[in-house]
């Protein structure tokens, strides 16, 4: 389907489920900011393929909100297909919540699924269309029920990282946790950002282009850590690993009737990282509070193991920077050198050199004026071919 198609085809679902408008976020239900294939719901409904972005389907508008990384790019992929381009950061453009305000009437429901949207960005959004008197509704998944050939989670194998580049076992980590609850006088911790649960059990993957995570949850009680991840990303000698590190495996969908089944827990949330939908789940049983994940400072405080392990790297990309340039300076008169072919090159270079896992992100190759393109990224029709005559942007 064309995205105009689409977008046809969720108003149909939302005039029946009597919904005025549909809020779409570019992010998953870890609170992500680059996702994988599986969620990319706002990509879908509007063909923006911007990392940063959301979109919001009224019964006859359409916009989408990015920041200025993205303005020329979504002004591109936006052209035909009927989507608003709101600018953000510009002081005439309205927010989301006053955008919606203008355009719906008061007892107008406002649709937003709620594994994709933080307890605090949903406290905020609810209380802002309250002033308005629009009410909000967090039941609907309506991108899966029109999205018939969505890509599967992805199911590549996760792998341990190495105590000699993570300075710190697992089950150390794991008991730091459980003193800083003790200290708080929690029991429970619920994890829910990928990054950290990455962190804490010292696990790696390839679920999501350039982020070594692995898509999970994580449950930390005072005697037990329970990972939830699908096991076919499980090697033996990964699961045997967690096992003696006292880690508990569960089925990455188990959480929400793990969840149901917990009573009586003081159970600590990042509320601005738990989506509604699981904490709907655990409030009901349990005394929920208020707390910035402890992880974000713990894995911020490098230890000398890791402030080593990136000197060394940095000291590796040196030395394929340099034969890179080299190479470049060299061929560039060939006169067949492309944006993508260095990009490629570059890469080549990088994974030479040992411990190579993969980019950061993709290598942007901006040739004179696509240099001044914010985040751009070259394809076979504006793969440009590269001059001693012009600026060459790597980033």
Do not use: C
């Not at 940063?52 to 979504?74: C, E, H, M």
């Not at 994709?116 to 960005?121: L, R, Y």
């Not at 009410?135 to 899966?144: A, C, G, L």
């Amino acid at each position: 389907m064309t995205v105009k198609e689409r977008i046809a085809a969720l108003r149909q679902l939302m005039t029946k489920r009597g919904v005025s408008a549909v809020i779409v976020p570019g992010t998953d239900p870890h609170g992500s900011e680059y996702v994988a294939k599986h969620w990319k719901e706002r990509n879908f409904i509007s063909g923006f393929t911007g990392s940063a972005g959301t979109a919001v389907i009224t019964t006859n508008k359409a916009g989408l909100w990015t920041d200025s990384r993205y303005f020329l790019q979504a002004e591109m992929q936006l052209q035909g297909s009927g989507i608003e381009l709101f600018k953000e950061g510009l002081p005439e453009t309205p927010s989301i919540n006053a955008w919606l305000g203008k355009v719906l009437q008061p007892n107008d429901t406002v649709a937003i699924n709620g594994t994709m949207i933080s307890v605090n960005d949903y406290k905020q959004m609810s209380a802002e269309l309250d002033f308005y008197q629009i009410k909000t509704d967090t039941s609907f998944d309506f991108i899966s029920e029109i999205w018939t050939d969505r890509p599967e989670l992805p199911t590549e194998k996760a792998f341990e990282l190495d105590i000699k580049f993570a300075g710190v076992s697992a089950v150390d980590k794991i008991k730091n946790v459980r003193k800083i609850l003790a200290e708080k006088k929690l029991d429970t911790l619920l994890l829910t950002a990928l990054d950290e649960i990455a962190w804490l059990f010292n696990i790696r993957g390839n679920d999501i282009a350039y982020n070594p995570v692995v898509i999970s949850y994580a449950v930390v009680s005072e005697k037990t850590a329970v990972l939830f991840v699908d096991a076919r990303k499980v090697t033996d000698k990964l699961k045997t690993s967690l096992s003696n590190n006292g880690v508990e495996l569960k089925s990455y969908n188990a959480v929400f009737e793990y969840l149901k089944q917990l009573s009586g827990a003081k159970m600590a949330l990042d509320f601005g990282k738990a989506n509604v939908s699981l904490y709907n789940i655990v409030k009901q049983h349990n005394d929920v509070r208020k707390l910035v994940s402890p992880i974000i400072l713990m894995k911020g405080i490098k230890n000398e193991v890791e402030l080593a392990g990136t000197r060394a790297a940095m000291v590796r990309d040196g030395v394929a920077l340099t034969h890179f340039f080299y190479w470049l300076d060299k061929h560039l008169a060939d006169g067949n050198l492309t944006e993508m072919s260095v990009a490629d090159k570059l890469r080549e270079f990088r994974s030479r050199e040992e411990y190579f896992f993969g980019e950061s992100f993709g290598t942007i190759a901006g040739y004179a004026e696509h240099g001044a393109i914010v985040h751009y990224e070259a394809d076979e029709q504006s793969n440009a071919t590269l001059k001693a005559e012009n600026f060459l942007l790597l980033d």
